[in-house]
T-cell receptor, first 118, second 106 residues
Framework: GAVVSQHPSRVICKSGTSVKIECRSL??????MFWYRQFPKKSLMLMAT?????????EQGVEKDKFLINHASLTLSTLTVTSAHPEDSSFYIC??????????????FGPGTRLTVL | KNQVEQSPQSLIILEGKNCTLQ??????????LRWYKQDTGRGPVSLTI?????NTKSNGRYTATLDADTKQSSLHITASQLSDSASYIC?????FGTGTRLKVLA
């Protein structure tokens, strides 16, 4: 099946710094990628939908200036957590949408990035 | 508001037993409904994908059903294995359910 990678898998940073997380689709082109956040023992919460070549669409309550998303190519989307604070500590997961012509609309998930802000 | 509620929240069963997980949703419209398995600290892995017009879809020991009229879906796991211990998440469209945490004991 299709593979989606995320980098880094874990990151620890000081409060006030910015952290960039990369999401790559390795064997297919993804015009749409999604960014999720997950708290312990909770389900995934959609943060934003990233469309290649255009601005991301953010879910209600998600600060777009806090969580910067760039989808500059068909295989790469980045999420930058700006001026991170301890409450931003979470598990961030991306997914990439694969919808080949005549095929099934499928969403493949990355392995996630564990962010800890001290 | 789009909601996806899953039941039970958690479930413990013995290895080899079957179980059924439920999903009730208010999401509409959507093109497909997916069931995912998520191990702790990992990204979700797709188990089944059903289009709006499909009633059932199987993938090995996993069988998903969909009733668009009642807006319900279920995931049936047969002959459970220890490795089935995980969270199972129902996703109509792109809205994630609350998940069911399954624990399979030897």
């Amino acid at each position: 099946g299709a593979v989606v990678s995320q980098h880094p898998s874990r990151v620890i940073c000081k409060s006030g710094t910015s952290v960039k997380i990369e999401c790559r689709s390795l064997d297919f082109q993804a015009t749409t990628m999604f960014w999720y956040r997950q708290f312990p023992k909770k389900s995934l919460m959609l943060m934003a939908t990233s469309n290649e070549g255009s601005k991301a669409t953010y879910e209600q309550g998600v600060e777009k200036d806090k969580f910067l998303i760039n989808h500059a190519s068909l295989t790469l989307s980045t999420l930058t957590v700006t001026s991170a604070h301890p409450e931003d500590s979470s598990f961030y997961i991306c997914s990439a949408r694969d919808y080949p012509q005549g095929g099934t609309d499928t969403q493949y998930f990355g392995p996630g990035t564990r962010l800890t802000v001290l | 508001k789009n909601q996806v509620e899953q039941s039970p929240q958690s479930l413990i069963i013995l290895e080899g037993k079957n179980c059924t997980l439920q999903c009730n949703y208010t999401v509409s419209p959507f093109s497909n409904l997916r069931w995912y398995k998520q191990d702790t600290g990992r990204g979700p892995v797709s188990l089944t994908i059903m289009t709006f017009s499909e009633n059932t879809k199987s993938n090995g020991r996993y069988t998903a059903t969909l009733d668009a009229d009642t807006k319900q879906s279920s995931l049936h796991i047969t002959a459970s294995q220890l490795s089935d211990s995980a969270s199972y998440i129902c996703v109509p469209g792109y809205i994630f359910g609350t998940g069911t945490r399954l624990k399979v004991l030897a």
